[in-house]
């Protein structure tokens, strides 16, 4: 069975500094990685994904997530963090299953503080 | 990318009703999904409906509780039924994109209140 952890609960930063949300994931085969952030009181919205390629994604928003296969980890980053940016957000694995998958498998989210 | 309509975007509802929960997308699709976001919690997949077949429901949901239609390519409907203050929750229709162009696009969530 697929599993993904978010090890934070609550990241805190900086405006201006740089800002990692941590992702790790458990999946047989080759995975499909992404990353949501839910603003409150609104829907998943998407940022980022990795299917195959460059081990480095770059996303909506500023944001780059990084694919490590060794380490099974998958985190999300930018380089300077805004005000804006504060909200929940989400890392999703999805098994690859004839070349399309089927369902996500979410982590339990972390919430971004990104304090003036 | 498909654009989902869900709504209500949020309801209170009184313990032993029922509240029907549409979805509307922009593009025919193969698959939609319904989740369940309970308080604080992550998503939990509660069913995939496909067009012109039973839902298929993930375990701890069952098609009683939660009965799912799905007429055409582009609209689905999920029912909460006999509703208890433990069914407080965001429920969220999402559905996948070809080839993974933009991964999953979500509705924007209806939030339910059972009092």
């Known amino acids: 069975a697929q599993s993904v952890a978010q090890p934070e609960d609550q990241v805190n930063v900086a405006e201006g500094n740089p800002l990692t949300v941590k992702c790790t994931y458990s999946?047989?085969?080759?995975?499909?990685l992404f990353w949501y952030v839910q603003y409150p009181n609104r829907g998943l919205q998407f940022l980022l994904k990795y299917i195959t390629g460059d081990n480095l994604v770059k996303g909506s928003y500023g944001f780059e997530a990084e694919f490590n296969k060794s380490q099974t980890s998958f985190h999300l980053k930018k380089p300077s963090a805004l005000v804006s940016d504060s909200a929940l957000y989400f890392c999703?694995?999805?098994?690859?299953?004839?070349?399309?998958?089927?369902?996500?498998?979410f982590g339990s989210g972390t919430q971004l503080t990104v304090l003036p | 990318s498909a654009v989902i309509s869900q709504k209500p975007s949020r309801d209170i509802c009184q313990r032993g009703t029922s509240l029907t929960i549409q979805c509307q997308v922009d593009?025919?699709?193969?698959?939609m999904f319904w989740y369940r976001q309970q308080p604080g919690q992550s998503l939990t997949l509660i069913a995939t409906?496909?067009?012109?077949?039973?839902?298929?429901?993930e375990s701890g949901f069952v098609i009683d509780k939660f009965p799912i239609s799905r007429p055409n390519l582009t609209f689905s409907t999920l029912t909460v039924s006999n509703m208890s203050p433990e069914d407080s929750s965001i429920y969220l229709c999402?559905?996948?994109?070809?080839?993974?162009?933009?991964?999953?696009?979500f509705g924007s969530g209806t939030r339910l209140t059972v009092v």
């Open positions: 999402s559905v996948e994109v070809a080839q993974y162009e933009n991964g999953y696009t």
């Open positions: 999703a694995v999805s098994p690859k299953k004839g070349g399309s998958a089927r369902q996500l498998t």
């Open positions: 409906a496909n067009q012109g077949s039973e839902a298929t429901y």
């Open positions: 593009s025919q699709v193969t698959m």
């Open positions: 999946v047989s085969g080759n995975p499909y």
